[in-house]
Structures are given as structure tokens and as C-alpha cells.
């Protein structure tokens, strides 16, 4: 989340007004995230005021965000605590501001956890788990478009940015990465749509009890065990070090398999797909610190945090049994 287009009140305003959702009081731009600009919207009506985020889309078109506004709307709809996109008069949930794609959706109640513990973990793990089990009958596809094949096509491009050591470990876990997407295990697996980015700071709480997942644009048909991965990735890793936390990661499969036992090739498969998200994360780390867009409020995420994470999911596989 970022500011790469400025939208004026009076633009807010008058999409308030297609919306029928009251009158601007607040209209506020959003530093956090790095991909679309965002604002938070207070409106207020006969009702009193309510708060809602605006995505303005700078990279999805108008074709690929039909798949993360209905996958959002599905949720809404089986009961997962997600932002529901508000629609407009002629019932559409994909809006149009200041000439680029836009959503409006509630803004989820209370605030991240930056400092998790085990409790927190095992929340987020059970909601991922339900949160998979209400996507199995949604209608639409869509690959996860920061999948293989986006990693084969940006790695080339961040490499000549590395030094040696760094570029040699991207490239050997690019190969080993296409090897194990090439293997009977990983075609085993069950998918369906994911979040693919449920970071801290995608998850809300409020006295202690999660409140909400948001964010859902980089979510698309992927294996659900990488889900579970990059879950794992950020709730259960010590951020200074990388290291794994195995009390947090055991609270998060656990409170997750309750809900959605884990099959045989998923708890195989678990070394390799945490080394799969540490590298996803990495590779997009890398592009945005080196290939930066001019954006106001923009602060790209450090990149060597995920080579850490990588190296350590490396030299230190996590086996499904210690979980």
C-alpha cells in the first residue's frame, strides 16, 4: 500500500456519492505496502460516520481483479472476517477512479500484531484453514501471478544487482524450486485459492481476537500448502534472524490441521514450500528495492530479510513431525 496517484476530496466525494454511502469526512493516504495506492475514507450518514480503504489498482488490470473482488465477496459471504467491496449503483464491485481500476471495501476493526505469540498463531492458523475450506466452490480461476513462472521470468532481471554469493544461492534455488514443481508430490497437492501475502500486517485483532484478514491482491490457485508456508514464513520466524520458531509455527499447524487436517504429500512437500515463499519473497523484495516506481510514500521492504529466511529454511528444513 502506497500513494502513486493522488485522489482529490472532491473525486472521493463524488464517488461516495455513486455509492450512496454518505458524505467525505476524512480522506487519508495509506504509507504501508508498496504495490497500489490506497486511502483510508471516513463517510458519514443518517447512521453516523464509517470507515472504509480505497484501492486504486497500479499494476492488476481490469481483467485479472474481477478474481480477487469476487474471491473477497465469496468469502464475505461464507462467513471468513475479509473486506466486503462495496458495489455501485449498477451492482459492480470493480470501480473506476481518477481513470484506473479502483475498489472500495469496510474497513476491518482493530490493529496488527507485530509481536505475535502462540495464541495469535493459532488464530490466524485456524481462520487460513476455514478460509480454504470456503474457497473450494468459488467459480473463478486465476493463477497466483507472483507463482514459477514470474520468479523464472524476474530473476534474470535482479541478478547483474547481486553480488556473487547472493546471486549463486538464487539461482540454485530457482532450479531446485522448478525441480520440485516438476515432481509427482507437488502435482499431489491440494490447492484452491489463496491469500499468498498473509504477513502481520494483514491480519487484524482487537482485544486479542482476530478480527480479520485483508489484502487479497496477490491471491490466486496455488497449492493451499504454500498459504501455510508464507504463514509461516512471517508469524513463526524470530525477523532479526530469520530463525524458525518452532512453538508458534507447532500453534499455527495445529490450530490449522483442527480445522483442515494436513495430507501425507502436503507434510512431505513442507521443507521445500517454506524455501518456495522465502524465495517468492526474496525475488519481489529484490525487484522493488532495485527497480523502484516513484510513488509518494513509498518505502520498500529490505530484501536481505528473505535471504536470511532462505538460508535458514536451508541449513534448517522444518519437518511436519516436529509440528
Not at 472521493?12 to 505496502?33: T, V, W
Not at 544487482?161 to 540454485?172: D, I, M, N, T
Not at 521445500?272 to 522465502?278: D, E, P, T, V
Not at 523484495?285 to 509518494?296: G, N, Q, Y
Request: net charge negative; aromatic share 8%.
Amino acid at each position: 500500500m502506497a500513494v502513486f496517484t493522488e485522489v482529490s476530496e472532491a473525486e472521493a466525494s463524488a464517488l461516495l456519492r455513486e455509492l450512496k454511502l454518505g458524505e467525505l469526512r476524512e480522506l487519508r493516504g495509506i504509507q504501508s505496502g508498496i504495490e497500489n495506492t490506497n486511502y483510508f475514507v471516513t463517510a458519514e450518514d443518517m447512521l453516523g460516520a464509517r470507515e472504509y480503504v480505497l484501492t486504486l489498482f497500479e499494476r492488476l488490470t481490469a481483467e485479472q481483479l474481477p478474481f480477487y473482488l469476487h474471491l473477497m465477496k465469496h468469502l464475505a459471504q461464507h462467513g471468513i472476517p475479509v473486506p466486503d467491496p462495496q458495489a455501485d449503483r449498477g451492482g459492480d464491485i470493480l470501480l473506476t477512479v481518477c481513470g484506473k481500476p479502483a475498489a472500495l471495501v469496510n474497513k476491518l476493526a482493530g490493529k496488527h500484531e507485530l509481536a505475535p505469540g502462540p495464541d495469535h498463531c493459532a488464530q490466524v492458523g485456524a481462520m487460513l484453514a476455514r478460509m480454504h475450506l470456503a474457497g473450494r466452490d468459488y467459480n473463478r480461476h486465476q493463477p497466483n501471478l507472483r507463482g514459477l513462472p514470474w520468479w523464472n521470468e524476474t530473476v534474470p532481471v535482479v541478478l547483474p544487482f547481486l553480488e556473487e554469493p547472493q546471486a549463486a544461492l538464487l539461482r540454485s534455488e530457482l532450479a531446485y524450486q522448478n525441480h520440485v514443481a516438476a515432481s509427482s508430490a507437488c502435482a499431489a497437492l491440494p490447492r484452491g485459492p489463496v491469500h499468498a501475502d498473509l504477513f502481520r500486517d494483514n491480519v487484524m485483532f482487537e482485544d486479542g481476537r482476530l478480527t480479520g484478514f485483508f489484502d487479497f491482491y496477490f491471491a490466486g490457485v496455488d497449492p493451499w500448502l504454500f498459504d501455510i508456508a508464507v504463514c509461516l514464513n512471517d508469524w513463526a520466524v524470530d525477523l532479526p534472524t530469520g530463525r524458525h520458531d518452532a512453538e508458534r509455527a507447532r500453534a499455527f499447524v495445529q490450530a490449522y490441521a483442527s480445522v483442515r487436517p494436513l495430507s501425507a504429500a502436503e507434510r512431505q512437500m513442507l521443507p521445500a514450500m517454506l524455501r518456495a515463499g522465502a524465495l517468492r519473497f526474496w525475488i519481489s523484495r529484490l525487484w522493488d528495492f532495485h527497480l523502484p516506481r516513484e510513488a509518494s510514500l513509498l518505502k520498500p521492504h529490505d530484501p536481505t530479510h528473505f535471504e536470511r529466511v532462505l538460508r535458514e529454511r536451508v541449513a534448517h528444513p522444518v519437518t511436519s513431525a516436529s509440528l
